[in-house]
């Protein structure tokens, strides 16, 4: 059983910032890639930023510059620190976590239960 549990979402001013947290607990083996999605009303989601178990990552353009994503293996969390918000970030953001299970060995995706993120104009 693995849970991921996430935080750090709300409303905040264009320009304002946010960081968001993700913890993965349970019966974990290894962490492979640690992700951020985000949802819109009425689009797709969409990939945020990820970050490989060795630090290697990578950005939507829309963010690069403002977002930065990083991890700590040894708490198994991974955080998006969001700057210079835009109204167009208003989304759900969602944590994906690529693992592998303890005991089963078996790899799977994770992802955690959404946080709102709004930007007022």
């Known amino acids: 059983q693995v849970q991921l549990v996430e935080s750090g979402g709300g409303l905040v001013q264009a320009g304002g910032s946010l960081r968001l947290s993700c913890a993965a607990s349970g019966s974990i083996f290894s962490i492979n890639g640690m992700g951020w999605y985000r949802q819109a009303p009425g689009k797709q989601r969409e990939l945020v930023a990820d970050i490989t178990s060795g630090g290697s990552t990578y950005y939507a353009d829309s963010v690069k510059g403002r977002f930065t994503i990083s991890r700590v293996n040894a708490k198994n969390t991974v955080y998006l620190q969001m700057n210079s918000l835009k109204p167009e970030d208003t989304a759900v953001y969602y944590c994906?976590?690529?693992?592998?299970?303890?005991?089963?060995?078996?790899?799977?995706?994770?992802w955690g239960q959404g946080t709102q993120v709004t930007v007022s104009s």
């Open positions: 994906r976590v690529d693992l592998i299970i303890g005991g089963t060995w078996k790899r799977d995706d994770y």
